[in-house]
Structures are given as structure tokens and as C-alpha cells.
């Protein structure tokens, strides 16, 4: 990333690698069949994993894909391949064992269609990726993955409350962890209600993620009408400044959410979230706030016309 920011007049990444090295833990954790190294490419040492008596690598990671699968969504975590290897097939090659699996010797194409997956079950395939990257676009868009919609990085500080107003008074939120300890079965009851609202509105439910987000410290709330009981949505926040993921079953309801989030999380400094360009509310809300684009947008790609990001703030670029 560093490389090819570069060359586009922008700064390097920051140097706190903790988030990512999580992140890849937990997709290691979940989708080992689908967590693929390049080694090889060029002379010189060959690495090393540390620690006495460890046997080294035989040569040195040169690239390396990650893709997760929640309910007959695959996602692509991410595709990284040495600037030097870039353009020798390597991210095809890495992109075909993430996409396939256990099945990485299929026999078939390379690319299914969203119709004909040589996985069976999986009915999305999508990712988010860069703007400034059209030759990794257009890998994904031949693999059935044409970018459908800018996803932006939100980041500041709030500077005009009213724009994130409070729930309205039909509407309360109650902290997943008080949920979850509500008596034996609070948990389940929990888990139940956030899996029927990511069906609803992702097409598929994704409790690892979840698990996630907790053991990441961000903290979770479950909004609900107060006369029936009905969830309406859930939102994330953290004192580290990460908004998101939000998911709501009406749109107007997300700048209150998100407040909920920021109110009810003390953030220290600034807070970032990525908003997709097609949920306005959130989007609006957010820069009403105070808040600022930062960057380039990312974009989502996505193997269907009909996106579920008029309603969802995803988790991050790597996980939705």
C-alpha cells in the first residue's frame, strides 16, 4: 500500500498494525481454507517465523489473499501481492484458491457467475476496494465483482450535536452486554435477534463477526420499539474512535444511531467510520456533524445489482 500510495502524492499507512494483525487472526481463525500465502519471487534470505528451534520459511511470502463466507456471502478481506510480482498472474492465482476454497482443484472456471458457483451455497461474492487501483478493479469486475458504489472514510470529531439527535421517544437502545447477561438464556435471545436483523438486511448472518467486534472492544446496542419489543437495528462504537458496524431497518434512523454509538462509547480524540455512498442519511448525518471525507473512496464491489448499504454501515474495508 505504501508503494502505490506513493506514487499517487499520498502519505503512508500509519504504523499501529494492532487492528490488522486482529483482523487477520480472526479471518485465519474462521476461514483457514481460504487464507492463502505467495512465497517465492526473488533471491535472497528466505524468512523466518522466530523462535528457537522454529524451521524457517522456505522463501519469502511475496503475497497473500483472505476471503471469509457467512450464510452464502463470501467476502474478500483482503489481496496483497509485492509491488516487484504485481502483473505476474500472482493475485489471479491467489484470488482463484480464496474464491474456490477446499475446492481449489474444481476443474472449472476460474470465475463463476453469481448464477453458477462452483461453491455450493454461496449466492454473493463482494469486496470493497480501492479507487486508485483500476488494474485490481478490473480483476474483480471480470470476476463477476464490477464496483457498484463509493464507500467513504468519515473522520473528526462532532461539533453540532443536533445532527446526531436522540432516539425518538417510541425507540430505546440497550447495551448487548446487558442483554446478553438478562437472565440464562440472555445470550441466545441476543444472537437470535442480531442474526435476524443481518439476514433482513444483509441476505446473511454473521455471529463471528460479532464475537469480533466484542473481543476488538468495540461495544454494541440494540435499539428497539418500546411498546412491542421489535429490534429496529443494533450500533457499534468504541472508545478507540470506531464507528460501525450500524444496521438499521429504516434509514432515518441513522444519525440517531449513530449517536447512540457516540454518546454512549466516550470516544478519546477523533472517531472514523466508513460510510457507504448510497446510505444518506448516515452519510449526511455524520458530515452535518462535523465530521470530514478523508482520502480517496473506497468502492464496493459487489456481484449483484441490489446492494444492502442503503441500510449498513459495514465493519470495515475487510469485513462487512
Not at 522463501?59 to 478481506?77: K, N
Amino acid at each position: 500500500m505504501d508503494d502505490y500510495q506513493g506514487r499517487i502524492g499520498q502519505r503512508p499507512m500509519i504504523t499501529d498494525l494492532g487492528p490488522l494483525y486482529r483482523m487477520l487472526a480472526h479471518a485465519l481463525a474462521t476461514d483457514p481454507e481460504r487464507f492463502w500465502v505467495a512465497e517465492g519471487g526473488a533471491e535472497g534470505e528466505a524468512g523466518t517465523t522466530g523462535g528457537e528451534g522454529v524451521k524457517p520459511f522456505e522463501a519469502p511470502v511475496c503475497g497473500f489473499a483472505s476471503a471469509t463466507v457467512r450464510e452464502g456471502l463470501w467476502f474478500l478481506a483482503m489481496l496483497f501481492v509485492r509491488p516487484d510480482l504485481q502483473a505476474a498472474g500472482v493475485g489471479s492465482a491467489l484470488l482463484d484458491r480464496a474464491q474456490a476454497g477446499r475446492d481449489v482443484d474444481h476443474g472449472g472456471p476460474a470465475v463463476p457467475g453469481p448464477d453458477q458457483p462452483f461453491d455450493t451455497g454461496i449466492h454473493t461474492w463482494g469486496m470493497c476496494t480501492d479507487a486508485a487501483q483500476p488494474i485490481s478493479n478490473a480483476l474483480y469486475a471480470r470476476r463477476g465483482m464490477p464496483s457498484r458504489m463509493p464507500i467513504w472514510r468519515l473522520a473528526g470529531e462532532v461539533h453540532r450535536w443536533p445532527a446526531l439527535p436522540a432516539l425518538p421517544a417510541s425507540l430505546a437502545e440497550t447495551s448487548f452486554e446487558q442483554l446478553a447477561f438478562d437472565g440464562r438464556d440472555g445470550g441466545r435471545r441476543l444472537a437470535e435477534i442480531v442474526n435476524a436483523l443481518d439476514r433482513e438486511i444483509l441476505g446473511a448472518a454473521h455471529p463471528e463477526e460479532h464475537g469480533y467486534l466484542r473481543r476488538d472492544g468495540r461495544s454494541g446496542y440494540l435499539v428497539r420499539d418500546r411498546a412491542s419489543g421489535k429490534a429496529v437495528g443494533y450500533t457499534y462504537g468504541s472508545g478507540g474512535g470506531r464507528l460501525g458496524p450500524v444496521a438499521t431497518l429504516d434509514p432515518a434512523l441513522a444519525p440517531a444511531m449513530l449517536g447512540v454509538a457516540i454518546r454512549e462509547t466516550p470516544i478519546l480524540g477523533t472517531m472514523a467510520a466508513w460510510v457507504p455512498g448510497t446510505f444518506d442519511e448516515a452519510l449526511r448525518g455524520l458530515l452535518d456533524a462535523g465530521l470530514r471525507l478523508e482520502g480517496f473512496p473506497g468502492l464496493v464491489c459487489w456481484s449483484r445489482p441490489e446492494l444492502p448499504f442503503d441500510r449498513y454501515v459495514p465493519i470495515s474495508l475487510a469485513l462487512v
